[in-house]
């Protein structure tokens, strides 16, 4: 399980989050969700270790990630796939190459990379790109699913998604949906996507968070986030700018802090 206790985070001046605080049930898919900017990205790689919360406490299993010593930290790093929300592919590496880096960094023997990046592209359903292209040679969406595939290709316990239909195209973008429902159903993997894209969070979800000011302002079913009554989430999930619902959120919008770095 992961749990975000009380996180709060700034750089310099602009504070992102304030108070973040949210349980990951092992076995689930949760998202979250929120406008661009809010700290969505922020909160995610605090998991990781990427960074390391101001005050409060990110926990992974019980452990505290911001108290592991550097070989804790690559450990528990291993336990956990990151798909970046650009992909984050190396330019100068074939498709097999980036994924057996992580492989490699991991000491498995030749035999079992190859088996896990045949596998891994099987699962992403990249049955028509030879593993020898480059990353220049792929488009958005195949970039994106190479990402994926290095991400499971270890068999992690947990999957990080950071945004990851950005860019794409309502077709692929669904697709993609579809892919971290497929993966999740055949690995069982725990998995945490954060996205302000509604359909995907509805499609994917088991639980979502809603992420508004620093800190969570409901979490739900994707029924209970769909029916809401809370205005600042139903006018968030419905798309809308303006309206009585924002004029009845607790905070004017032109208060909520500018994008941090990474978020």
Excluded: C
């Excluded at 498995?108 to 292209?133: G, H, Q």
């Excluded at 991400?151 to 697709?175: C, F, Q, R, S, V």
């Amino acid at each position: 399980m992961i749990a975000f206790e009380q996180v709060h985070k700034a750089f310099e001046d602009h504070v992102v989050l304030t108070g973040f605080s949210l349980e990951i049930p092992s076995g689930e898919t949760t998202v979250i969700i929120g406008a661009s900017g809010s700290g969505k990205s922020v909160a995610l790689k605090h998991v990781v270790g990427l960074l390391d919360a101001d005050y409060g406490r990110v926990l992974v299993d019980g452990e505290d990630v911001a108290q592991l010593d550097r070989e804790e930290l690559i450990a528990l790093r291993r336990r956990i796939g990151f798909v970046f929300q650009s992909a984050a592919l190396f330019d100068s590496l074939t498709v097999e190459e980036n994924i057996a880096m992580g492989l490699a960094r991991r000491g498995f023997d030749r035999e079992t990379i190859e088996d896990r990046i045949e596998w891994s592209l099987e699962a992403v359903k990249l049955f028509d790109v030879s593993p020898d292209r480059m990353p220049a040679e792929l488009s958005g969406g195949q970039k994106k699913r190479v990402g994926i595939a290095r991400a499971i290709a270890p068999h992690p316990e947990y999957l990080l998604y950071d945004e990851p239909t950005t860019g794409l195209d309502p077709m692929n973008a669904a697709i993609m949906s579809d892919l971290i429902n497929d993966i999740r159903e055949a690995t069982g993997t725990t998995s945490v996507v954060v996205t302000h894209d509604m359909r995907t969070a509805f499609t994917v979800a088991d639980r979502i968070a809603m992420l508004y000011q620093g800190r969570i302002q409901q979490v739900g079913t994707t029924d209970e986030i769909r029916f809401t009554e809370d205005a600042t989430v139903r006018a968030f999930v419905e798309g809308r700018a303006s309206g009585e619902d924002i004029t009845n959120m607790p905070t004017a919008m032109h208060q909520v802090p500018r994008q941090a770095p990474g978020a």
